[in-house]
């Protein structure tokens, strides 16, 4: 799978848009970009992925540049309980998962 | 659709006795499961991976003989810590995969 590199952390007031960007400039032609989030204590949750074009779904909006080497992943009003680390993932469909550090995103209130 | 469950959510055991954790998929059948170990303020670092009606694939530095994995069915995968030691505390993590890996609550392990 490819590397991803995401922030270490991220601070979003309550209410505004959490944007949070993940480098993947290795990724090959046939890997997906996959966004899941562990809450303290929890197993991850899966968020959002997409291949090519940017998706959107009841939690989130995943945005793909057009050359694929990057990502944003969008929570369009952050509240409290998206305090979170995000794991950006790069993989073939059926592949095994191997998460990197993720971002840890802190919503002030 | 697409949840995952464990089974205990946490146990507490003594040293040198074996722990079993199941993993099921409740709406869903998978033929790939996965088992994960994570220690405090680290991330998630994947054991093995569990194929129903074959041998797991383990990662390698995880003990095979120690970490025994069980994919009986297409939707119970069983983790079992055989002679559990203090250093095996930690939360074992099960995901079930069907194209999207979905994954379970966690197990929380304190071996006294």
């Known amino acids: 799978d490819a590397k991803t590199t995401q922030p270490t952390s991220m601070d979003c007031a309550e209410g505004r848009a959490a944007n949070l960007p993940c480098n993947h400039s290795?990724?090959?032609?046939?890997?997906?970009v996959y966004w899941y989030r562990q809450i303290h204590s929890q197993g991850p949750q899966y968020i959002i992925h997409?291949?090519?074009n940017n998706e959107t779904n009841e939690m989130a909006s995943l945005i793909i540049t057009e050359d694929r080497k990057s990502s944003t992943l969008i929570l369009p009003h952050a509240t409290l309980r998206d305090t979170a680390v995000y794991y950006c993932?790069?993989?073939?469909?059926?592949?095994?998962?191997?998460f990197g550090k993720g971002t840890r995103l802190h919503i002030l209130p | 659709g697409a949840v995952v469950s464990q089974h205990p959510s946490w146990v507490i055991c003594k040293s040198g006795t074996s722990v079993k954790i199941e993993c099921r998929s409740l709406?869903?059948?998978?033929?790939?499961m996965f088992w994960y170990r994570q220690f405090p303020k680290q991330s998630l670092m994947l054991m093995a991976t569990?194929?129903?009606?074959?041998?797991?694939?383990?990662e390698q530095g995880v003990e095979k003989d120690k970490f025994l994995i069980n994919h009986a069915s297409l939707t119970l995968s069983t983790l079992t810590v055989t002679s559990a030691h203090p250093e095996d505390s930690s939360f074992y993590i099960c995901?079930?995969?069907?194209?999207?890996?979905?994954f379970g609550p966690g197990t929380r392990l304190l071996v006294l």
């Open positions: 995901s079930a995969l069907v194209g999207t890996q979905y």
């Open positions: 290795t990724i090959s032609g046939n890997e997906y």
């Open positions: 997409g291949l090519k």
């Open positions: 993932i790069v993989r073939n469909r059926d592949d095994k998962i191997i």
């Open positions: 709406d869903f059948q998978a033929t790939t």
């Open positions: 569990s194929n129903e009606g074959s041998k797991a694939t383990y």
